[in-house]
């Protein structure tokens, strides 16, 4: 996991040497990841996640041990031969803080990064097989795409490290509180990110002429929650809607940047105008139009489920949309890596962080993420007006937002 933020203890250098050691390997950080959870023995991870041989898992636990990442926490017979087995714990997570990481040569950050983004994937698939992805109405699961200036930008940054430092404190209060109770404790996995995506050219049609949406008002009605049904079911028409909400195109435009059958792109964006999902903007004429007139479209209002009406969704649609979802995080993800801006800026944000909760908890941090999400929007919306006075170029940048429930272990 990277954050922006960490206390380090001892030098760089040596905090660098340490990480070193967990980022060797995956299946290294994947010890490190479940143990800080709960406690296992080689024999256990191996049984539950592989990782070459029983040999070479317990090379890793050696491994990690030395260098500070394992701490033993008890032996006791194992289940098989009757011979010992040494159960661990990991005190810390592997997180790097902005000056550690900005030690990293570029195409190591950019390993690290793609390989913490793995492990994310690994995990949004594990829940969804289990069935615990959308088992909870509240799960919070969004990416959005941003047009912010450098304030905007560092303001954005700030709040998810913020958030992402409470997260430890809650899980600290959740704990006790499920000593206290012995209730049985849930897994939840947060994942956050925002980094800045590629940044595209400016249409004819303009960039920061944006028309601001209709209202916040996210969609209420069983009528509403059918429009965003037609949207979720076709990946092209989430991928318009994402791209309207960064500028007005037109489909001619679109289906220049992101091909597909022409005809087909003109009827999805028809759709959406019927559908009142886009509103028509400028119409322009001449130069490679040869006399046709060129109509650009905008995003009327994002298309996305706030956590009240998410839970009003069919389950069937709750599950096929938030494998779409996720495989649209995962292009813009993948577009991000290619032209090299995911890690462009140090400061940036991505971690992912497995938490054990109790039911207060849970709400507390539902609570804060949607708060969150909101709150980017307004951001996005000040950023736009400063950048109309300022003329300052405008920075693209993906946030991603994600709470869900993960299967359960056997805790100890």
């Known amino acids: 996991m990277v954050a922006s933020r960490l206390r380090v203890r001892g030098s760089t250098e040596s905090f660098l040497t340490r990480l070193a050691v967990v980022f060797a390997d995956p299946v290294r950080l994947k010890i490190v990841t479940e143990l800080f959870m709960r406690e296992m023995s080689p024999t256990q991870f191996y049984e539950a996640f592989g990782g070459g041989s029983p040999t070479r898992v317990n ?6 041990a030395e260098f500070g990442w394992l701490r033993l926490v008890r032996k006791a017979r194992g289940s098989g031969r009757g011979g010992l087995e040494h159960f661990y714990r990991a005190p810390e997570l592997a997180v790097f803080d902005t000056a550690t990481w900005e030690e990293l040569p570029r195409p190591i950050q950019s390993e690290f990064s793609w390989r913490i983004f793995e492990q994310f994937a690994e995990r949004v698939n594990e829940a969804l097989e289990a069935g615990t992805f959308d088992a909870r109405l509240d799960r919070h699961f969004t990416w959005t ?7 905007g930008w560092r303001r954005v940054v700030a709040a998810l490290d913020g958030f992402f430092e409470s997260l430890f404190e809650e899980q600290d209060d959740a704990k006790l509180r ?8 849930m897994l939840a996995t947060v994942g956050l990110a925002a980094f800045e995506s590629p940044r595209f050219e400016r249409n004819e049609a303009g960039l920061m002429d944006l028309p601001q949406p209709d209202s916040r008002r996210y969609a209420a009605s069983p009528s ?28 001619t435009g679109f289906h220049d940047r992101f091909g597909g059958s022409k005809s087909t792109v003109y009827r999805n964006f028809k759709m959406l105008e019927d559908w009142g999902w886009l509103g028509r903007g400028e119409e322009l004429s001449g130069g490679k139009r040869r006399g046709s007139t060129e109509t650009y479209f905008f995003a009327r209002q994002p298309a996305i489920f706030d956590s009240c009406n998410w839970s009003k969704a069919p389950t069937a649609m709750r599950e096929s949309s938030s494998w779409r979802i996720f495989e649209q995080l995962a292009e813009q993800v993948r577009e991000a890596f290619d032209a090299g801006t995911f890690d462009a800026r140090p400061e940036r944000h991505h971690t992912w962080t497995p938490l054990v909760l109790d039911e207060e908890g849970w709400q507390k941090v539902i609570a804060a993420v949607d708060g969150l999400f909101h709150w980017l929007l307004r951001e996005q919306d000040d950023a736009k007006r400063r950048m109309q006075r300022s003329g300052e170029s405008p920075v693209i ?9 993960s299967p359960r272990f056997p805790f100890r």
């Open 59 to 64: 090379r890793h636990f050696k491994r990690l």
């Open 145 to 151: 795409p941003l047009v912010l200036d450098e304030e």
């Open 178 to 185: 499920l000593a206290r109770s012995a209730r049985e404790p």
């Open 224 to 251: 509403d929650l059918m429009k965003l049904a037609k949207v979720f079911a076709d990946p092209m028409n989430l991928k318009i809607m994402t791209q309207l909400n960064l500028r007005p195109m037109s489909p």
């Open 397 to 405: 940048t993906t946030v991603y937002l994600a709470v869900f429930e």
